[in-house]
């Protein structure tokens, strides 16, 4: 699928690797709402499925991104590949939190409706830096999804915002996902 002006809309891939607990294939599930509306959300892996499948199926659909989730005996991992050739991005996933447990916190939850119908904006914290990693990160994360023309962006469309945050101090990234709500404020 195509932007007006001939832009490519990055796609990605969500899945897993190997077996997983049912926390982390609910995680997966999230994760492919979160990358709405240019996602497989019903993507079905088998054990017959190795990663140059999906590599290989990229390439006809459009898919411009993988997104890879795994886990051994030392914790729950993340790799984000762009496709076909790279470069590939690890991740140790120290603590995460499901939609459903953040629904079942709050006093009047939201139930979504058309949010997921248009991407997020994406908002990088603190990716100010001349290390290479760095960058590499902040621009693997921005170009998860299509950049926003701020001529043409219809504000109804923007209901969501995806924060990746880097902390100074220990190096280590968040990735939060936030439903917004846009009310005029009456300034002409």
């Known amino acids: 699928q195509e932007k007006t002006g001939g832009e490519r809309v990055p796609k990605s891939f969500v899945l897993r690797r190997g077996k997983v607990p049912a926390l982390v294939r609910e995680l997966i599930k999230d994760t492919r ?3 709405s509306p240019f996602t497989a959300l019903k993507l079905t892996e088998r054990k017959s499925n190795s990663l140059q499948d999906f590599v290989a199926l990229s390439g006809t659909l459009g898919v411009s991104h993988m997104l890879c989730f795994s886990t051994t005996e030392t914790g729950t991992y993340l790799r ?10 690890h991740f140790k996933l120290e603590s995460y939190c499901l939609a459903k447990d953040v629904a079942a916190s709050q006093r009047r939850p939201h139930s979504p409706q058309t949010e997921f119908l248009h991407p997020p904006l ?5 990716m100010q830096s001349d290390a290479r990693e760095i960058k590499l990160t902040a621009v693997m994360v921005q170009n998860l999804f299509p950049a926003i023309d701020v001529d043409s962006v219809k504000l109804s469309e923007c209901r969501r915002v995806l924060l990746f945050h880097r902390d100074k101090e ?6 939060r996902h936030y439903v917004v709500n846009v009310k005029s404020a009456g300034i002409t």
């Open 170 to 175: 220990t190096g280590e990234y968040q990735l």
């Open 80 to 89: 984000l590949a762009k496709l076909p050739r790279g470069p590939t991005l």
């Open 33 to 35: 709402r979160m990358m």
């Open 122 to 126: 994406v908002v990088l914290n603190n």
